[in-house]
């Protein structure tokens, strides 16, 4: 069969789908990848045939613009309060998120991907879960679709808040469906609800930590890929001492102006204890340090699949690579939390005894000191990290899966509207 993975151009979150990717090929499925132009060198640079549509979405730099204007959408996704859940509550966030994210990196794709995949005709279309051109594009030439998640369910979950809260207030209002429908029937189909949410979901959260969402789910085990990586001399070798590694992601600077929390006092406070710290900073961000303790080392890329494993913590921002490749290496961690699911995943983690979070305006150096002596001293988080971990490795890997998505595809495949 034929199947198109799509991602808006974030690479981030594209990295996770490129295992099943291979999966895919290697069972003799042809297969693609669709994005923005900005993807198509990471897509190649993964063995991938890639397939630029449309043009590049300015996510990053609307964003930028709101926080240097103060006007900062402060929507939380992950609310679950059913107080804070009203129609008044959530109708004005929820338009927002359709305003600010959906639209603004799907409109530069939709009519590519569309136009692409009518000419194409796949069989499955493999969608991250806010690139909704995805779903448009795979009814109008009538192919299956699925979800990929490189986080918490938290898009449909708000979804489900917002349709409920919208039917007890008796409104018609419904900003996705109405933003989806005119480019849905743009190309002769109507709007339903499974494009939100896909046909199916492939997700690789442990069941443990999963949200309670009515939707069909496959577990998928998480095999880690962090792109183009050469292993350093220094890492071909077991450390002598615990190992710490800091990584905070590249969209903070890459898309934004930098970290969320003080990586000089972090690195401050931790100088005088008797571990490795490994910190992965670019080179701009590394030259703005104005002290480098002598138990720090400054990398600017390593391979996070590689380092992970000779690790005693991991601290990080609650990414999707570097939470769940820290969970398949059973290392406890840090999450130093802020954006999206980031707090919520933390809080989670930490309910499951196998890390600690904090909010990033309460992570200042001595607070991070006093959380990472924790995980190096108490074992109950290691033990807690292995039982993740082991629950994890239970889960259907990428080849395990492919037969499940066959009959998926079989089940859901339509005919194509002309």
Request: proline share 7%; aromatic share 8%; with cysteine.
């Amino acid at each position: 069969m034929r199947v198109l993975f799509t991602s808006y151009a974030e690479k981030s979150h594209f990295l996770g789908m490129v295992p099943l990717a291979w999966a895919l090929r290697n069972a003799g499925h042809e297969v693609r990848v669709a994005s923005q132009p900005e993807l198509t060198d990471v897509i190649t640079g993964a063995g991938l045939t890639a397939v630029p549509v449309g043009k590049n979405h300015g996510l990053g730099r609307l964003l930028q613009l709101a926080k240097d204007t103060g006007q900062e959408k402060d929507f939380d996704m992950a609310e679950n309060r059913p107080e804070m859940l009203t129609w008044k509550q959530i109708k004005t966030g929820y338009q927002g998120h359709v305003l600010w994210w959906c639209r603004v990196v799907n409109d530069p794709m939709v009519a590519g991907l569309t136009e692409y995949c009518r000419q194409w005709e796949p069989d499955l279309v493999i969608w991250e879960p806010l690139t909704y051109a995805g779903s448009i594009a795979a009814k109008a030439c009538g192919a299956a679709h699925a979800r990929f998640m490189w986080g918490l369910d938290l898009t449909a979950r708000m979804r489900g808040h917002y349709l409920r809260a919208r039917q007890e207030e008796g409104v018609a209002t419904d900003a996705l469906a109405q933003w989806m429908g005119v480019h849905a029937r743009g190309f002769g189909v109507p709007f339903s609800e499974d494009m939100t949410t896909g046909q199916f979901t492939i997700d690789y959260t442990p069941t443990s930590l999963r949200l309670d969402v009515p939707l069909t789910y496959l577990p998928l085990r998480y095999i880690p890929y962090n792109g183009v990586a050469v292993v350093p001399p220094w890492l071909q070798v077991p450390p002598t001492r615990p190992r710490v590694c800091l990584t905070l992601g590249t969209s903070a600077t890459e898309r934004l102006d930098g970290y969320s929390v003080p990586v000089q006092d972090i690195l401050t406070s931790l100088a005088d204890l008797d571990i490795e710290v490994v910190a992965t900073l670019p080179e701009k961000q590394q030259g703005e340090l104005t002290h480098v303790p002598g138990n720090v080392r400054l990398v600017s890329f390593v391979p996070l699949h590689v380092l992970a494993p000779t690790c005693s913590v991991m601290i990080h921002h609650g990414g999707g690579g570097s939470f769940s490749t820290s969970v398949v290496n059973a290392v406890p961690q840090l999450i130093l939390a802020d954006m999206f699911d980031a707090p919520l995943k933390g809080e989670l983690l930490a309910r499951q005894g196998a890390g600690l979070t904090l909010h990033s305006s309460q992570a200042t150096g001595p607070r991070v000191r006093e959380h990472l002596l924790r995980l190096l001293n108490e074992p109950s988080f290691a033990e807690a990290a292995r039982r993740l971990q082991q629950e994890t490795h239970a889960t259907p890997g990428p080849n395990q899966l492919v037969p499940e998505l066959e009959r998926l595809t079989a089940l859901h495949r339509g005919t194509a509207v002309s």
